[in-house]
């Protein structure tokens, strides 16, 4: 009955690997987000989708892309991934204000 | 563009003591203000949320304040225990839609018994 679903937990690769993470809500939230969380652990958002529609994009490289094939999921997709990509990925939901999070992606990049 | 401030960056206090965490944000034209709780290893558990009209929410030992006008909230847990270790962070919601959230850094919090 988990509320936000994250696969993989944890995920190690090689520089210039590409890489899926992918998110599940059973909420029925319209609203999905990516954050990443650094090594100082500040947490950013990244992008955001409303009925499978693109609605944030922050200042990310292109070498990211989100992807939502319904409402339930929002999937990321890196290419070509570099040292600095390495992080905590995590995935959200929200319906009016409040945003029930994923338990986290830990991306390590060799 | 909005930056959010959390102080103390940490905190260890003994069980029982009364504390507050503090938040400060650059911009005050915020929707709203929240509070979440992150355990090692774990997603963020959202704990308080005030609306930018209100000034306070309560939820048990927690009690949250805010003050636009001064770009300031604070969490206030009353009677702390072990179990309330974590990292405390907090996040203003911009008033341009699409629930936009700006984190602080946080403030790791450490119960001791």
């Known amino acids: 009955d988990t509320a936000v679903s994250q696969t993989p937990k944890y995920l190690v690769t090689q520089m210039g690997n590409d890489k899926s993470i992918k998110c599940e809500q059973n909420?029925?939230?319209?609203?999905m987000y990516w954050y990443k969380q650094d090594s100082k652990k500040f947490l950013k958002i990244m992008f955001s989708y409303n009925n499978k529609e693109l609605i944030i994009n922050e200042t990310v490289p292109n070498r990211f892309s989100p992807k939502s094939p319904d409402k339930a999921h929002l999937n990321l997709h890196i290419n070509s991934l570099e040292l600095g990509d390495s992080a905590v990925y995590f995935c959200?939901?929200?319906?009016?204000?409040?945003?029930?999070f994923g338990p986290g992606t830990r991306l390590t990049v060799l | 563009k909005q930056e959010v401030t959390q102080i103390p960056a940490a905190l260890s206090v003994p069980e029982g003591e009364n504390l507050v965490l503090n938040c400060s944000f650059t911009d005050s034209a915020i929707y709203n203000l929240q509070w979440f709780r992150q355990d090692p290893g774990k997603g963020l558990t959202s704990l308080l949320l005030?609306?930018?009209?209100?000034r306070e929410q309560t939820s048990g030992r927690l009690n949250a304040s805010l003050d636009k006008s001064s770009g300031r909230s604070t969490l206030y847990i009353a009677a702390s225990q072990p179990g309330d270790s974590a990292t405390y962070l907090c996040?203003?919601?911009?008033?341009?839609?699409?629930?936009?959230?700006?984190f602080g850094a946080g403030t790791r919090l450490a119960v001791h018994p």
């Open positions: 005030i609306q930018s009209s209100q």
């Open positions: 959200a939901s929200s319906q009016a204000n409040t945003q029930y």
């Open positions: 909420l029925g939230h319209d609203t």
């Open positions: 996040a203003s919601e911009d008033s341009g839609g699409y629930n936009k959230l700006i």
